[in-house]
């Protein structure tokens, strides 16, 4: 069977936590069972879509304003107090979104595993920030999703949905 005709596999929680931990640096605990993270509620949340190497549309990763700002200030070592201001001020610093882009970036090889097709971030939202309809059509969708509640030591805890499309 053909790579472009199977689909994005979705990632374990495990998986997830592997990633995190290897590129903040620090233990992450991540639970399972979480609640959707929803782009229009209070902050807002930082999404990225993936996409094959024809532009369709195969996975999503959506993290609420307080995980985006808090892996974007581990990443860099940034005290936690800056992503406390990010979190109090319901918007990200240009340093803390590209630092969360990044993040997102890497959390495409989550997808490129075994036979399925190759992905890269194609799109990347800044909470607040309107999205396209192609893409916000998905992100409450009940698809193969991973709903997660993260907690990065040192920074605190956020949301991060995981959407195999």
Known sequence: MSADLLTSPLPGAKDVRDLLEGMLGREVDVRTGGAMVNPGAEGGAQIGAYVDKLGALRALVVADLP??????AAIALVPAGGADVAIEESRLSQALFENAYEVLNVMASLFNVGDAPHVKLDGCWAPGEAVPADVAQWVLSYVRRLDLDVDVKGYGP???????L
Not at 67 to 72: D, I, P, S, V
Not at 158 to 164: I, N, P
């Open 67 to 72: 995980l985006a700002a808090r892996a974007g």
């Open 158 to 164: 956020g949301k991060l949905s995981v959407l195999a």
